[in-house]
């Protein structure tokens, strides 16, 4: 945590931060960069094997990731407007939407008949939590 100006810092290169302190409200002030490393750290556990990175189009890439419970992470950045694409697994896939300037994180679980997709998605200060299910025939 860093005061509006960026310090205390003993040779004034002043920086940001996720979090500022506003000296004069005395209150905390989150910056976008915390909900983003929010993604990261909330989904992916220690020793999660990186499945694969692509980048969508010019406004939205991806990173898929496998924690040691199998449990498949997706991270996406859409960088651009709201936009709806499709997460396909072996030969199922939904549809997602993406707000635009978003992180959206979901978390696809296997269970006996299908699979279970969590879905977060956020967007600067706030955060909405969707639940899906991909039934498998």
């Not at 969590?118 to 299910?133: A, C, M, Q």
Request: proline share 3%; glycine share 6%; net charge positive.
């Amino acid at each position: 945590v860093l005061d509006e100006q960026g310090g205390p810092n003993y040779v004034k290169n002043y920086c940001d931060a996720p979090v500022i302190y506003d000296t004069k409200k005395q209150k905390l002030i989150f910056h976008g960069s915390l909900y983003a490393i929010w993604h990261f750290s909330h989904f992916i556990k220690p020793n999660a094997r990186v499945l694969g990175t692509s980048v969508y189009s010019k406004d939205i890439s991806f990173l898929a990731l496998e924690n040691l419970d199998n449990e498949i992470i997706g991270i996406i950045l859409n960088e651009g407007e709201n936009k709806k694409i499709n997460i396909r697994l072996i030969n199922h896939y939904t549809e997602i939407y993406l707000e635009k300037n978003s992180i959206t994180s979901f978390v696809i679980k296997w269970l006996l008949t299908n699979i279970c997709f969590k879905s977060i998605i956020g967007t600067r200060n706030n955060f909405k939590i969707k639940y899906f299910k991909l039934i498998i025939p």
